[in-house]
């Protein structure tokens, strides 16, 4: 089976180098642009990124990011409120924005000939946002509401806002993208003043356009609309080494939940760290699918977990590897930690079995061609490659980057990285148990 | 123009394979297999789907569940192979399989590498024709849906999703809980799960979809290899009944203490699969709840920061379906809430909609689709719903067409006669202590506890 596997590796990469015809190039500005034309299908997604997300954010002004991404649909100079998604689905398309710990990014999809109409909506909220209390105030209200849905009243994810404020003392990765709860009542309109001022200018993005559309009409508007507004000074991002934690770390957390689970963090590490495809294979093998060691050895052979999952973050700087497994009741979950242990313990002694391995790097084959399903998911990972590694032609290294790894990489990685004094756990447990 | 002639273009392309380039044909083998192949290049995976009629409706009343239970013991190991096994060479291949179940059948998805495609179906087809519905294997399931039945209160949308299907569907096979009660699963027997098999899961009551890069001839004489020699089972008889509408308002309590912000469902019984008016009613629909500009949106979100999400859907079934209002709002602003809602309802059928809201929901409708068939997993969704309710396949390329020229009076008419008014269920999941006081000006409240959804 490995022959086959190689050979898909030479059949992906021949595909793509030869029909995604890809270029990019840098406005005076500073704004670089990526382009990958594909005639399929007559719509356009339209992706702008910027550098700036949660870990940007100075404390007492966590969620400021997501906050302000909410405020960018809210008028601008020459549309006011309300317009930029009413123009948009008036015309068949719609437009969101998401924000993470490391970038913030918004995209729209449209039809084809309305390729001017979205570059105007776009440079006028990047130029000129409404920026005043009216906003401010629609949207702080909102995103309450929308930390209460995910967070407060979301027990698996109120772990994990526990794990990474618990597992990060100094890295700002600590900080919940979402915002505590007394942050975001209190960010001020000058505190979304300097954000914008500071973080949303042509010299801190990269725009994105998948889909059918002509390059050099393209190149010609991007000009007229985008390289007008001018670059800003970016004020230096310095970068926070994490100081190495020494020992174990536990958060015991009751809450309104029905079976008791545990979550565990390791420090690990970066996207851009040779061990990363290593540990995300282990990742893989750990916990997905109905042949994974957790859900042969836990779930099936010991019978104590309803779910069970491992992931390794991908983030611009060092995170975390998790482990989430849910227990069938408290009984089961006496015994959950020391089962995970001895899990890890066989791995970091004997490696991962060739079969193992080689079924991880194919699910990681299948998963690459996500990517190109749609407009959509094309112009989201080629940003995500250029903000997080720096060149989004890493897009196109990872099926080969995995194929390198080898069950001793499984083995060095596994015990480089998964040390007790250097884990964070959450117990989540009923409010009943509390004692 | 321009718009319309790249929308036409849009479905030229996507559904190459409809009747100006190839007829798309439902075949079927001696046994009663229906089979679909749908090829695209564009990348080297296959989509596939397997549909098995049946569903949570046809589960008895005592053992809730059944259906669930037997579609996930297809995962647990062949007469030849066990769970394991199976499932290390099924996976060795990158792909994963979901067995999921609704009200109307089971479902079966995967998708391969298209190198992977024959040596995968044949897995496949072993996990379908001969599944060992081992005694100990099923008791083992039924323990882990036990522990999954009691996961899920911890959800407070899934709680509320479930309950308001359970009482909109009253007297009707839709309000089976589809998987199950505790009490009820760990009765149901291996003999069951095993007679549940035979009786359902039979080649004559099952569809293959397949999509991607795959050659047509090749892939059936695959299909007719794998599949020859699966039993052909009885005709499942369902008898057509009619669940009853909500006549006046009626509102449930699902008391949840602890929880800060109370999920709100308001609606009626909807139309089903298969209503010649589901085109004007989703253009109505789409003014009222659907997308980031809709009323619903407008009036709780953006007027008033009182959510951060508020929509409408009609979700259809083979019988009948159901009209929901959803959204979430914190314990302080529930009454309020409800009240913006029961007033677009009214509003809806006092005023009805303008022209322009109309051509607003026509495009975005027309775009929506169109992305949404843009993917592999969104197309092959699409045309098996087409096929599985045995829709008009012309509605696949003449959708945009027939959106664009749905009349307004179709639209207002669709209104008045589909969506409800004051006749509706709201049933709200939060802390009752905290909310109960809001509810009481909408009338008489009955109140239950959470837990007893899956008791």
């Known amino acids: 089976m490995k022959k086959i596997f190689a050979f898909l590796i030479l059949i992906s990469t021949n595909l793509f180098g030869q029909n995604v015809d890809i270029e990019s190039y840098y406005l005076k500005n500073g704004m670089k642009v990526i382009f990958a034309p594909n005639k399929e299908v007559p719509s356009i997604c339209f992706r702008i990124f910027f550098k700036v997300g949660g870990k940007h954010e100075t404390p007492g002004t966590t969620g400021i990011s997501h906050l302000f991404e909410h405020m960018m649909f809210n008028g601008s100079a020459k549309y006011k409120p309300g317009m930029f998604d009413k123009l948009l689905e008036e015309n068949g398309g719609y437009s969101n924005g998401s924000t993470w710990n490391d970038f913030t990014n918004y995209w729209e999809e449209f039809n084809s000939d309305k390729l001017e109409l979205v570059f105007d909506l776009e440079a006028d909220r990047m130029k000129s946002l409404k920026l005043d209390n009216e906003n401010l105030e629609q949207e702080r209200y909102i995103v309450m509401e929308e930390r209460r849905l995910s967070v407060d009243n979301n027990p698996q994810n109120k772990m994990e806002e526990q794990l990474y404020a618990t597992a990060f003392v100094s890295h700002l990765y600590r900080q919940p993208v979402i915002g505590w709860m007394e942050d975001l009542k209190k960010i001020s309109l000058e505190d979304c003043k300097y954000f914008y001022k500071t973080y949303y200018s042509p010299n801190n993005s990269v725009l994105i356009l998948t889909g059918d559309f002509d390059k050099n009409q393209a190149k010609k508007l991007i000009t007229k609309y985008f390289e007008k507004i001018p670059k800003a000074k970016i004020p230096e991002h310095k970068k926070i080494i994490e100081p190495e934690q020494k020992s174990e770390k536990i958060v015991n957390l009751f809450q309104e939940v029905e079976l008791p689970s545990i979550l565990i963090g390791y420090k690990s590490c970066s996207i851009n760290d040779s061990d990363f495809y290593a540990m995300d294979l282990i990742a893989n093998i750990l916990g997905y699918g109905l042949s994974s060691r957790f859900k042969k050895i836990l779930s099936e052979e010991k019978k104590l977990i309803t779910e069970a999952y491992a992931s390794q973050d991908q983030m611009e700087d060092k995170g975390l590897f998790k482990i989430y497994a849910q227990a069938r009741g408290e009984k089961e979950f006496n015994k959950l930690l020391d089962e995970i242990d001895k899990i890890l313990e066989e791995i970091k002694l004997n490696g991962v079995n060739p079969n193992e391995l080689e079924k991880a790097k194919n699910t990681k084959v299948l998963e690459f061609f996500d990517a190109f399903k749609t407009n959509q998911a094309l112009s989201f990972a080629l940003g995500y490659y250029e903000i997080l590694t720096g060149d989004y032609n890493n897009l196109f290294k990872v099926v080969d980057n995995y194929s390198k790894v080898s069950s001793d990489d499984i083995k060095r990685v596994a015990n480089k990285y998964f040390n007790k004094q250097a884990r964070t756990i959450v117990i989540s447990k009923p409010v009943s148990d509390e004692k | ?455």
């Open chain 2, 1 to 455: 123009m321009k718009k319309l002639v790249l929308i036409i273009l849009i479905f030229t392309y996507s559904f190459s394979f409809s009747q100006e380039k190839v007829e798309l044909q439902i075949n079927t083998l001696e046994n009663g297999l229906k089979y679909v192949i749908v090829q695209n290049k564009k990348l080297p995976l296959v989509q596939v789907r397997i549909v098995f009629n049946g569903g949570a409706r046809v589960d008895p009343q005592n053992s809730q569940g059944l259906t669930y239970l037997t579609a996930q013991m297809l995962l647990k190991g062949t007469t030849q192979k066990t769970a394991q096994q199976i499932a290390e060479e099924f996976e060795f291949l990158g792909s994963t399989i979901d067995i999921s179940t609704n009200y109307d059948y089971s479902l079966l998805s995967t998708e391969f590498l298209k190198y992977n495609f024959e040596t995968g179906m044949k897995i496949l087809a072993e996990l379908i024709t001969s599944p060992a519905l081992d005694g100990k294997e099923i008791d083992k399931e039924k323990e882990k849906l036990i522990s999954e039945l009691k996961s899920s209160l911890e959800n407070s949308t899934y709680i509320a999703n479930q309950f308001f299907n359970k009482i909109i569907f009253e007297g009707h096979p839709y309000s089976n809980a589809i998987q199950g009660t505790i009490k009820q699963i760990d009765k149901i027997s291996s003999r069951q799960v095993r007679n549940h098999y035979k009786n359902y899961f039979v080649p004559n009551e099952t569809i293959l979809i397949l999509y991607g890069d795959i050659e047509k001839s090749e892939t059936e004489k695959l299909i007719k290899s794998i599949f020859s020699n699966w039993q052909k089972g009885n005709q499942i008889k369902l008898e057509n009944a009619q669940p009853n509408k909500i006549k006046s308002t009626k509102i449930v309590l699902v008391d949840k203490p602890g929880l800060t912000q109370a999920q709100i469902r308001v609606g009626n019984i909807g139309i089903n699969q298969t209503n010649p008016d589901e085109i004007p009613i989703s253009i109505a629909n789409t003014i009222l709840g659907s997308g980031f500009t809709s009323r619903l949106v407008e009036e709780i979100r953006v007027k008033r920061s009182l959510t951060y999400g508020a929509s409408s859907s009609f979700q259809k079934l083979q019988q009948s379906g159901k009209f929901v209002i959803t959204t979430f709002t914190k314990n302080e602003t529930v009454g309020e809430v409800i009240e913006i809602i029961l007033n677009e309802l009214q509003k809806l059928h006092q005023s009805g909609v303008s022209d322009w809201e109309i051509n607003k929901a026509k495009n975005y409708m027309i775009g929506d689709l169109s992305r949404q068939l843009q993917s592999p997993d969104g197309y092959i969704n699409f045309l098996t719903q087409i096929i599985y309710y045995n829709k008009d396949i012309n509605l696949i390329k003449n959708f945009s067409t027939l959106i664009k020229n749905t009349p307004k009076e179709k639209i207002q008419n669709a209104i008045k006669e589909y969506f409800p008014k004051n006749d509706v269920l709201i049933l709200v999941v939060g802390d009752a202590q905290k909310i109960k006081q809001q509810l009481e000006k909408f009338g008489n409240i009955q109140q239950l506890n959470y837990e007893t959804l899956v008791e």
